[in-house]
Structure formats: structure tokens, C-alpha cells
């Protein structure tokens, strides 16, 4: 069965400082990797995806995520964070077989002015 | 979240009740889901459909039951069976490129 692990419940950093959301995951076959974010009391939003291709793949709101498939980990980026991005971040995987997705825990960003 | 919405926004329901909540879609999307959010947790399948008339049991589909009698639609109900349903509730949707995409979702508090 696959699985995301996403180790930090929290992580906090300065306005303009680069910020990393960690996730790694367990899969058979090829992944196929999200990034979602949610802020409070609303639903979850897309930012990218990874399926095949480049390693570094670009999304939304300058977001980047870089697949590294010998560490099995597909870590969010972003090269100056705003305090707008203070949300919940989930990594996501692809099930294989009923297409549904396996999510990861969360991770707060806090990004302090 | 444009193109699903999902009503109520939050809902109250008395032990032993069984409510219904709403997911509405205009995208044409086939597949629908249903999914269970308590804090710390991530988000957990309860219930998902690739095509009208079909729809099958996730991982916690215990005190849950769906219908898919319309691609539009694809309404939950959370019976009496379910012992602790307090959650955020979010219905999701999409096509064969994978990326589902949202609703706002609905709060639920068993009173």
C-alpha cells in the first residue's frame, strides 16, 4: 500500500527567507505526487503535480517541488516566502489501483513579518 | 474550489440522526470522492465514484453511505451507525488527468 510522510507537524520561517515543506513517500510502481494547500475552514487548493518528466516541476503562487526518486521525496519549495503563505500544506500520492489519493499528515507553514 | 460547492457550510446533527450532506459539480468531471478531515490526521477516503451509477468503499466507509445517480451530484449521508462524526467533510472531483480538484467543504457536530 503507498504512503506519505510528511515529518514536520509546523514550520516557521521569515518573510523573504526560502522556505522547504518536506515529504517522502512509499509507492509501488511510478508515483504520481501532489502539493495541496488549505487555508482555515476552506477546501484544499491545487498548487502542482508531479507524473513523469523534468525533477523540478513549477506551480501556482511561485511554488516549486523537486521529485527525487532515489530518496523517494518530493519536497515543496518556494525561494521567498510571504506571510500569505501561512497555511496547512498536504503532500499527496496517487493510488494505482482505485485513483483515489493518499495524503500525508499536513504541515503548518507559519511565515512570521 | 470554483466549479464544486458543497452545502451546508456547517450542519448539526442530534445523536441517532442521520444527515445528508450536498456535493455539486459543473466540470464534467466522471470521478467524484468523498473524504474525512480531523486535525492531525490528513485527510482520509470515505467513499469515491469513476462513473454515474457506480461507486465504491474507501477506507473508513463504515457509517456512510453515497448515491451517484447523476454525474452533477454525489451526496453523502452520514447514518446514526457512525459513532464519532464530528469532521470536516471535503468532496473532491476530477478527470483522467488525476488532479482532483475541491470543495469548500462542509463542518459537521454531532450535538
Known amino acids: 500500500a503507498q504512503s506519505v510522510a510528511q515529518p514536520e507537524d509546523q514550520v516557521n520561517v521569515a518573510e523573504g527567507n526560502p522556505l522547504t515543506v518536506k515529504c517522502t513517500y512509499s509507492?509501488?510502481?511510478?508515483?504520481?505526487l501532489f502539493w495541496y494547500v488549505q487555508y482555515p475552514n476552506r477546501g484544499l487548493q491545487f498548487l502542482l503535480k508531479?507524473?513523469?518528466?523534468?525533477?523540478l516541476v513549477k506551480g501556482s503562487y511561485g511554488f516549486e517541488a523537486e521529485f527525487n526518486k532515489s530518496q523517494t521525496s518530493f519536497h515543496l519549495k518556494k525561494p521567498s516566502a510571504l506571510v500569505s503563505d501561512s497555511a496547512l500544506y498536504f503532500c499527496?500520492?496517487?493510488?494505482?489501483?482505485?485513483?483515489?489519493?493518499?495524503f500525508g499528515s499536513g504541515t503548518r507553514l507559519q511565515v512570521q513579518p | 474550489d470554483g466549479g464544486i460547492t458543497q452545502s451546508p457550510k456547517y450542519l448539526f446533527r442530534k445523536e441517532g440522526q442521520n444527515v445528508t450532506l450536498s456535493c455539486e459539480q459543473n466540470l464534467n468531471h466522471d470521478a467524484m470522492y468523498w473524504y474525512r478531515q480531523d486535525p492531525g490526521q490528513g485527510l482520509r477516503l470515505i467513499y469515491y465514484?469513476?462513473?454515474?451509477?457506480?461507486?465504491q468503499k474507501g477506507d473508513i466507509a463504515e457509517g456512510y453511505s453515497v448515491s451517484r445517480e447523476k454525474k452533477e451530484s454525489f451526496p453523502l449521508t452520514v447514518t446514526s451507525a457512525q459513532k464519532n462524526p464530528t469532521a470536516f467533510y471535503l468532496c473532491?472531483?476530477?478527470?483522467?488527468?488525476?488532479?482532483?480538484?475541491f470543495g469548500p467543504g462542509t463542518r459537521l457536530t454531532v450535538l
Open positions: 508531479y507524473i513523469t518528466g523534468d525533477n
Open positions: 509507492v509501488s510502481g511510478n508515483p504520481y
Open positions: 473532491a472531483s476530477s478527470m483522467d488527468t488525476d488532479t482532483q480538484y
Open positions: 465514484s469513476q462513473i454515474v451509477n457506480d461507486f
Open positions: 499527496a500520492v496517487r493510488d494505482t489501483g482505485r485513483r483515489a489519493l493518499t
